[in-house]
């Protein structure tokens, strides 16, 4: 027994194997069948040795657990074993590999980084001055979870979203989604489920690992020495609405008081506040909360902004809203998602696995109240209507957008009224959000039919049976009967204006919950006493800036990357129960140079705001003694032309424009970090504008 | 798992080696016993393509392992173990919603030393990389990578105790900063877990980490931490609707928070400025856990020669190891510098000198704690009275009063019989600095033969001495901390040298705040043997090592003997004797006494110590170990019964173990 266990092993002695078949015990058999190594025979055989038994014994244990290689063919090498063979090679020179590299010295390896602009600030001299508070925006914030149902178990105090990697969301992901929802009807959490905001810096330094949001801007401020005492992060929860966050968590009142110990602490040094993407309006809503009296506010006093914050050094800010934001609630899809859908149309849209992925993401989204803050303001005045843009002329490129682009923007500045002319044909109508078809997209308003919004009410009431054979409804849109959803599509083309009606029939509950939160309109008359309403407070048309002469006010933003601005949609295809009836009609493209792709229309901005609604109040709204700027607090506006990095060795490049990797702009760090230490806006080098904004600006007409 | 990869690795070349062995074993057997065997083939299987598949098939089968882990609903290994032990006590937290509780008061953690983690924010060349990375807590990872810079990193300026120039490591902020101290070594996270479950959260639940190498002012001088504690628990206050906090410091945490509310109450440009009555108004209870308010013997020990019972006993079994310079990098001379930096040990030196420690030949303990005991400790009641036979039966009464003794003998003379040669007197004997080429600074090199050696001609030294010794042997050391901590006594708290800060956390020499409502607890494990005193020797190792050592080969006689490895115990938490932690709530502010002129009420809270019954409950749910306390469910479910509302009677007034009382009668503190 023992020779036979051997020669299997060694493979070339399949004779004695076959001879010495014979020589087993009995307990050795019991064993070596009970583990499954039935290619043996094994027979009695009294003549043996117990040591030597027993010690073969247990190898053949060990071996047989790991083979299963027949005796048949010993020489021949099968194709698990070569499989396992090339692992444990690969496995072997991996960690020899691994093994060198912790063994060498940290600086020989190190990728020859290029030294942010903090080393070279601290070499000027810069140290740090003022407190800085970071705001960060949507989606990057980390949430944890604090309580919630036994589908989470083990996951106390885990990141649930953001920061640590994603694992819980292959892993459970329908648990996770229903964690991450909010309650319909309140927009605060459901019943037995919490879910808070990571605080500190690391609640947003890196949204998934590698991925860095604020990191690179915290690391550069920390070479002049900024630290815990002087660097604060304002995390909140930016699913709720803002001031959901003051009710829920007291996230207003903490940020508050934080401001004010900075204040003091560092010797009565006023901060400087970096809010980024919604963080912008977030901080927005937090500076009108902070004066006005306590029962809505924080009571502060009138005073409070003037004393405590030296400047808002807004990044890619959404003043005026976002229209991918109309795409997220109105069809849960943007630009990439739904070039995927047209590459693979069946994955996100088949029931495989019954996974439904956008109606489940549709209705978890529709639950933040947040989104809602991000649909454009302003209406037809800022976004234009029918048949006019602020942006028309805008000369799309999409084929070589970087480096040839100042000379190109020049041209244009130029020679526009040329272009203007070649481009008439396919002129872009920005104003119309959502049109549904391309001929709506383009044809000019008197020939479509008259978008009424009285339409809305009309179908709503009249048509309310449901199909109740879906069972639950999943979206607003099961509750919506198949004539209805016609007759949206049958309206053409919607404005921002007319958007917000298409809103609140398609999805009434949502809206009537968000907008005891959000105003998107514009002021008449500021002084009216219904704008002390906290829902106005992060309209920036519907609030006046607080009586603080010596702040100051930057925009800086990238430009020069396609920014999706309007939308053309069709009806879904597909009829089944709990889907989604529209999506975007990724078969509409333009001519060349046309904005038209995919079914968007493209604007300047940094890919996800576009620049009408982050450099428009400090162009305009605000520029000067104006009824939105009372106390003629200075704005600025710093604009980052977009570079794509040049090699892999920059990583997601030091000239980004683009919304969240222009945190790692080195231009734009050297602003904040000059404005940090004591700089102004003026020192700073004043208005950097690459874009068209100004002249955009001056065909607004709005009262100011 | 890169560790268990590893270690599978090397499982796998070992067996391998063993494989080969066999297989040549084998082959010999095959030569006899099968002679006409043919020829090897050519492609036959070599070693080094066995162990290339026999890794392949481990790492495969591991894979294959880690993936049905995954994938196994969580609840699985509940199941095995309530298989295995029975089922589960609800933890408090849970047992507690059912009653329930609810959240009421906000509440405030105090970490203690050590266990709070530390980030770089700047740092030398060596440390690139490690921006806002742990130095601290955690994995620790950097300390095996690169220990001379982390040692570097870690070390304050010797002559501020503030940072080293191009040097800012900062304390970790939030509740992460001492929930865990390195993966699956809980300290706050089992708290923080059961608060959870009646509805605290981040905005109910705030963690005061601070810089626990720093003195206490200090904090306030470089990051303002104090002011940040205050405006933290203002802020708690008016958020929760006037709602008082409860504080819970643990271990040094404790002194710290006492600093604190005499800071707090102190005028602007000493003190937070709060006025008289912040303390009454924004502090329900103030929990104290396993606090040292009248230190510890283990921190001389730490100063005097850079180890404790653990180190020592290391240092026996393998004698050459941490004391040779086997990599040329001197551990321990590093370490000492290190910790030698950090003002906060000194916070804390046995305070109160030996009114409260005992002199050479009493001590308030006598020898009333069985060493031998540990087993018994299950029924801990009985224990108490079982203690006049273990007096009995261990005669020899334990000079607990001597904290450091030269030689074992002079630990158990009487008093009169030991020759001592003054130490003032040397002091004044030739200074001959031994210039010798170590490059490691510790002031042991600055002090010469001669004074060593008077160092141990004085033989014993009291709670009282001892600071003089230490005084000696570190002149600079002390001097930087006398600037911030006081160890004495006062006479007459009224004098106006009292509100210098260097007094606030030496509860002997400050009166607590005029806050009646306030309620003051000292919750302590009980029942583990807890270094009290120590004898030493005088090493006779070269230049570079540090001169004194605890005689590790001193034992007591019998089995239930105190004395063993050359430390005596006495009772504790494995790191402060219940003297230390006890005292002040059992006697010192007892009533209304002149440390305590309002009379807030104190409650003692003891917890015997029951280790954990199987490996399952891995640091065990009736734990009373220093850190390990902090999973105790009793203590858990007291403090979340305080913090929902319930005072002290409520819970049931004392707890007491130990003899506590008993000792307090014996010293003789004018009240």
């Known amino acids: 027994m023992k020779a036979e266990f051997y020669d299997f092993y060694c493979l070339s002695e399949m004779a004695s194997v076959l001879r010495f078949r014979k020589l087993c015990y009995v307990e050795s058999a019991v064993k070596c069948t009970s583990v499954g190594y039935e290619s043996f025979e094994i027979d009695e055989k009294l003549d043996k040795k117990e040591e030597d038994v027993l010690s073969a014994n247990n190898f053949a244990l060990e071996i047989n657990k790991k083979r299963k290689q027949p005796k048949r063919q010993p020489k021949e090498w099968r194709c698990l074993d070569s499989c396992c063979w090339i692992i444990g090679y690969l496995c072997t020179t991996w960690w020899l590999l691994l093994f060198f590299y912790h063994c ?85 959490d459901p019943q037995g489920i919490r879910v808070r905001a990571v605080p500190g810096l690391v609640g947003a330094d890196y949204f998934a690992p590698g991925y860095f949001v604020w990191a690179v801007l915290i690391e550069n401020l920390a070479k002049i020495g900024y630290e815990g005492k002087n660097l604060h992060m ?126 489940r993401v549709m209705r978890m989204a529709r639950t933040w109240d947040s989104i809602v803050s991000l649909l454009p303001k302003g209406g037809e005045v800022i976004w234009g209507n029918m048949d006019r843009s602020p942006e028309e002329g805008h000369v799309c490129d999409f084929s070589k957008k970087s480096h040839s682009k100042t000379s190109l923007t020049t041209n244009n500045v130029n020679n526009s009224d040329l272009k203007r002319g070649f481009l008439v044909k396919d002129l872009a109508n920005y104003g119309r959000i959502i049109s549904f078809g391309k001929p709506a997209s383009i044809l000019h308003s008197s020939k479509l039919p008259t978008s009424d919004s009285k339409v809305f009410s009309r179908t709503s009431t009249s048509e309310n049976f449901n199909n109740f054979s879906c069972g639950e409804a999943w979206t607003e849109y099961d509750e919506m009967s198949r004539q209805s959803i016609q007759n949206v599509a049958a309206d053409k083309a919607y404005t921002t204006t007319t958007l917000l009606d298409l809103l609140r029939f398609v999805a009434p509950k949502m809206m009537r919950r968000a907008e005891a939160h959000f105003s998107h309109g514009i002021a008449e008359n500021l002084d009216d006493p219904k704008y002390n309403h906290y829902k106005y407070w992060s309209n920036p048309l519907e609030t006046k800036l607080s009586d603080a002469p010596d702040m100051e006010i930057y925009c800086m933003y990238g430009v020069g990357i396609p920014t999706e601005r309007s939308y053309v949609y069709k009806l879904s295809p597909n009829s089944r129960c709990k889907s989604i009836p529209y999506q975007i009609d990724n078969s509409v493209h333009g001519e060349d140079g046309s904005c038209l792709k995919g079914g968007v229309y493209f604007a300047d901005g940094d890919e996800s705001v576009p620049v009408l609604s982050a450099g428009f109040m400090c162009a305009k709204g605000w520029r000067g003694r104006t009824r939105f700027n009372p106390s003629g607090i200075a704005t600025y506006i710093r604009e980052y032309r977009h570079k794509p990095p040049t090699s892999l060795m920059e990583g997601r490049g030091i000239e980004s424009g683009s919304h969240v990797d222009i945190m790692g702009n080195f231009a734009l760090i050297e602003d904040i970090m000059r404005v940090a230490s004591g700089a102004t806006g003026d020192e700073i080098g004043g208005d950097q504008i690459h874009s068209d904004i100004i002249k955009m600006s001056e065909r607004i007409n709005l009262g100011l | ?463 009282g001495s001892i600071l003089d010794l230490l005084h000696f042997v570190s002149p600079k050391l002390m001097a930087r901390g006398g600037a911030h901590f006081s160890y004495g006594i006062a006479d007459n708290l009224d004098d106006p040298k009292y509100q210098h800060y260097k007094y606030w956390s030496n509860p002997l020499e400050t009166k607590l705040p005029d806050a009646p409502d306030m309620e003051i607890y000292s919750m302590y494990g009980v029942g583990i043997p807890t270094e009290r005193a120590y004898v030493y020797k005088v090493t006779t190792a070269t230049d570079c090592s540090i001169p004194f050592q605890i005689d590790t080969s001193v034992e007591g006689g019998s089995e239930d003997s105190c004395l063993k490895g050359g430390v005596f115990s006495a009772d504790g938490d494995e790191t402060v004797p219940v003297l230390s932690a006890g005292l002040m709530a059992a006697k010192g502010w007892r009533g209304k006494t002149r440390f305590n002129p309002s009379g807030i009420p104190t409650y003692i809270r003891e917890y015997s110590h029951a280790p954990p019954a199987n490996l399952l409950e891995g640091r065990g749910t009736q734990s009373g170990a220093h850190v390990d306390i902090m999973g105790n469910f009793a203590l858990i479910e007291d403090i979340i019964r305080v913090a929902a509302g319930a005072t002290g009677k409520e819970l049931g007034g004392d707890h007491v173990y130990s003899d506590i009382f008993k000792w307090a009668e014996r010293i003789n503190l004018q009240l």
């Open chain 2, 1 to 463: 798992m890169s560790f268990s990869r590893r270690r599978k690795g090397t499982d796998s070349s070992k067996s391998q080696n063993l494989r080969c062995n066999i297989v040549k074993e084998d082959e010999k057997n095959n030569l006899y016993e099968s002679p006409r065997k043919e020829s090897y083939n050519s492609k036959k299987w070599s070693c080094w393509d066995s162990c290339c598949w026999f890794i392949g098939f481990v790492c495969s089968v591991w894979w294959f392992l880690l993936l049905l882990y995954n994938t196994m609903p969580a609840s699985i290994p509940q199941y095995v173990t309530e298989a295995i032990t029975g089922p589960l006590t609800d933890p408090p937290g849970v047992k507690l919603r059912k009653e329930g509780l609810t959240v009421n008061h906000p509440v405030v953690f105090v970490p203690g030393i050590v266990t709070g983690g530390l980030e770089l924010w700047e740092g030398h060349q060596c440390a690139e990389g490690l921006f806002r990375k742990r130095l601290w807590g955690g994995s620790f990872g950097e300390l095996y990578k690169r220990p001379l810079c982390w040692a570097q990193h870690m070390s304050l300026d010797n002559e501020t105790g503030l940072d080293p120039p191009g040097i800012r490591v900062r304390p970790v902020s939030g509740l992460v900063a001492a929930d865990y101290f390195a993966a699956g070594y809980f300290v706050w996270a089992v708290l923080i877990a059961n608060l959870a479950q009646i509805g605290y959260e981040e905005k109910t639940m705030y963690m005061a980490a601070y810089d626990w190498r720093l003195s206490f002012q200090n904090t306030e001088v470089r990051d303002q931490t104090l002011s940040r504690i205050k405006s933290n628990i203002e802020l708690m206050v008016a958020t929760n609707g006037g709602k008082k906090v409860v504080v819970i410091p643990h271990s040094m945490g404790v002194l710290y928070f006492l600093h604190f509310m005499k800071w707090v109450e102190a005028p602007p440009p000493m003190g937070g400025g709060g006025g008289s009555e912040w303390c009454a108004k924004h502090i329900k209870a103030v929990m104290n856990i396993g606090g040292p308010f009248l230190g510890v013997p283990k921190s001389v020990s730490g100063l005097f020669s850079v180890e404790a019972r653990d180190i020592a006993i290391a240092r026996t079994f393998a004698p050459g190891f941490l004391d040779k310079d086997v990599f040329g990098l001197q551990t321990f001379q590093h370490l000492m510098r290190m910790t030698r930096t950090w003002d906060s040990t000194m916070s804390m030196i046995p305070k109160g000198g030996e009114t409260i420690w005992g002199g050479l030949d009493w001590s308030p303990e006598g020898s009333s704690f069985n060493c031998g005991a540990k087993t018994l400790r299950n029924n801990s009641i009985n224990n108490t009275d079982q203690i006049p036979n273990i007096n009995l039966a261990n005669m020899k009464n334990v000079n607990y009063g001597r904290i450091i003794s030269f030689g074992k003998d002079v630990a158990e003379a009487h008093s009169s019989k030991i020759k001592r040669v003054d130490l003032l007197d040397s002091m004044k004997a030739d200074m001959l600095a031994n210039l010798t080429n170590c490059d490691i600074w510790i002031e042991y090199h600055d002090i010469g033969d001669h004074r060593i050696k008077a160092v141990a001609d004085y033989k014993v030294y009291t709670a």
């Open chain 1, 234 to 359: 304002a995390a909140y929860d930016w699913r709720l609405s803002f001031q959901n966050t003051e009710i829920r968590d007291h996230a207003l009142t903490r940020l508050k008081s934080k401001i004010e110990l900075m204040y003091i602490s560092n010797g009565y040094k006023k901060v400087v506040a970096v809010p980024h993407s919604m963080g912008v309006i977030y901080f927005l809503h937090f500076l009108k909360w902070v004066e006005t009296p306590p029962p809505m506010g924080g009571g502060g006093g009138p005073g409070w902004c003037a004393k405590h914050i030296k400047a808002v050094m807004n990044i890619g800010p959404a003043f005026l809203g976002v229209p991918k934001a109309v795409s997220n609630l109105f069809s849960a899809e943007g630009k990439d998602v739904s070039y995927i859908r047209a590459m693979a149309p069946g994955v996100f849209n088949s029931e495989i696995l019954g996974l439904q992925t956008f109606e």
């Open chain 1, 104 to 188: 060498f010295p940290v600086t020989l390896l190190r990728v020859p980084e290029l030294p942010g602009p903090g080393v070279r600030l601290k070499l000027e001299g810069l140290t740090a001055l003022h407190p800085v508070v970071l705001v960060p925006g949507i989606v990057t914030g980390g949430l944890e979870l604090w309580e919630g149902r036994p589908c989470a178990d083990g996951l106390f105090r885990k990141r649930l979203w953001g920061g640590g990697s994603f694992t819980q969301i292959f892993k459970r992901p329908l648990c996770l989604l229903e964690h991450l929802s909010l309650h319909y009807e309140t927009g605060l």
